[in-house]
């Protein structure tokens, strides 16, 4: 029985219904499964951003890409070579790579 089908059974009942089963577990399980479909236009979406993903994913850095994250490097170095060990920043660096794919899954969302 899916979730739809079994609120469209519990619903009939004006002010109680009353549930009887052989294993509350199973149904509470079957109760779980929708049985709604997507539709052809929220498959092709769907499809359409795994590709996507895909294609960025395999894809060499380009240009500036590599420049930017070089540019990075050097600008997280500076604090360090001018003021020593102590000054450096203590976060994670995150190549322009990899933020244009989070850039890109953020706009799937």
């Not at 059974?9 to 997507?38: C, P």
């Not at 539709?39 to 850095?61: G, H, I, M, Q, Y």
């Not at 050097?74 to 190549?95: D, K, Q, S």
């Amino acid at each position: 029985m899916s979730r739809e089908l079994f609120y469209v059974a519990a619903s009939r009942g004006r002010k109680k219904i009353t549930v009887f089963t052989a294993d509350k577990d199973q149904l509470r399980d079957s109760i779980g499964v929708s049985g709604q479909r997507m539709s052809a236009l929220e498959l092709l979406r769907k499809n359409a951003r795994t590709v996507d993903r895909t294609r960025t994913a395999e894809r060499p850095a380009t240009v500036v890409e590599t420049i930017g994250d070089l540019l990075y490097k050097l600008w997280e170095n500076i604090p360090r070579v001018v003021f020593g060990p102590e000054y450096a920043p203590r976060r994670e660096h995150t190549p322009g790579r990899q933020r244009t794919q989070e850039r890109e899954m953020e706009m799937d969302r």
